[in-house]
């Protein structure tokens, strides 16, 4: 199995401004994704993030509004840039691999409120 | 690309009654198939996984799911529901090429005394 952890697990923030989330993963994966979960929703992909290169995006996303960066096997980071009160959601950051026998696991998220 | 459709919104149950919660994915390719369960105001939590073999798997909180690939179905049940399973669940699937996983819209689990 593999524990993920993020900071922070909450904030609530203007209108315009920027929030990066980061995402630790406790052994080393092959796969981390960025998902997004609406209020009263299910999780939205949105972005698979690589280590040492661009992120790959879903349809609907993109890297001036979600940059990633992903440095190492077991650390990446979610920017949420020039915020609008839409983006209030929870972040998930997961990760999966051989070390997690193919299971994709979790983070707790971050639960983001734009005001 | 694949698709996972939950069919219902949600399903209320008395405590101690069975439960089926239903699951059924389109895909073109071999699939990994995974139930988690979200509680409120926390993470997910995975309570079953069928990656290859035995079609029928056992998870965490007597939980099980039988894999249907005729019928492209991954149906969770279980024989005796406790309050304490009152929870979002959510079915997924991913395909074995290591992509990321495709959520179903979930199913809000009511168990009332």
């Known amino acids: 199995s593999a524990v993920i952890s993020q900071k922070p697990s909450r904030d609530i923030c203007q209108r315009g401004t920027s929030l990066t989330i980061q995402c630790q993963v406790d052994s080393q994966v092959t796969m981390m994704f960025w998902y997004r979960q609406q209020p009263g929703q299910s999780l939205t992909l949105i972005a698979t993030?690589?280590?040492?290169?661009?992120?790959?995006?879903e349809s609907g996303f993109v890297i001036d509004k979600f940059p990633i960066s992903r440095p190492n096997l077991t650390f990446s980071t979610l920017t949420v840039s020039n915020m609008s009160p839409e983006d209030s959601s929870i972040y998930l950051c997961?990760?999966?691999?051989?070390?997690?026998?193919?299971?994709?696991?979790f983070g707790p998220g971050t639960r983001l409120l734009v005001l | 690309a694949q698709s996972v459709t939950q069919l219902d919104s949600q399903v209320p149950v008395f405590e101690e009654a069975p439960v089926e919660l239903r699951c059924n994915y389109s895909s073109s390719v071999s699939v990994y198939l995974f139930w988690y369960v979200q509680y409120p105001n926390q993470g997910l939590q995975l309570l079953l996984k069928?990656?290859?073999?035995?079609?029928l798997v056992k998870g965490i909180n007597g939980f099980e799911a039988e894999f249907n690939k005729s019928q492209t179905s991954f149906h969770l049940r279980k024989p005796s529901v406790h309050i304490s399973d009152t929870a979002e669940y959510f079915c997924?699937?991913?395909?074995?090429?290591?992509?990321?996983?495709?959520f179903g819209s979930g199913t809000r689990l009511q168990v009332q005394p």
């Open positions: 069928y990656l290859s073999g035995s079609t």
């Open positions: 997961s990760g999966r691999g051989t070390a997690t026998g193919e299971t994709q696991y």
């Open positions: 997924a699937v991913s395909d074995t090429g290591r992509r990321a996983l495709t």
């Open positions: 993030a690589n280590q040492g290169s661009e992120a790959t995006y």
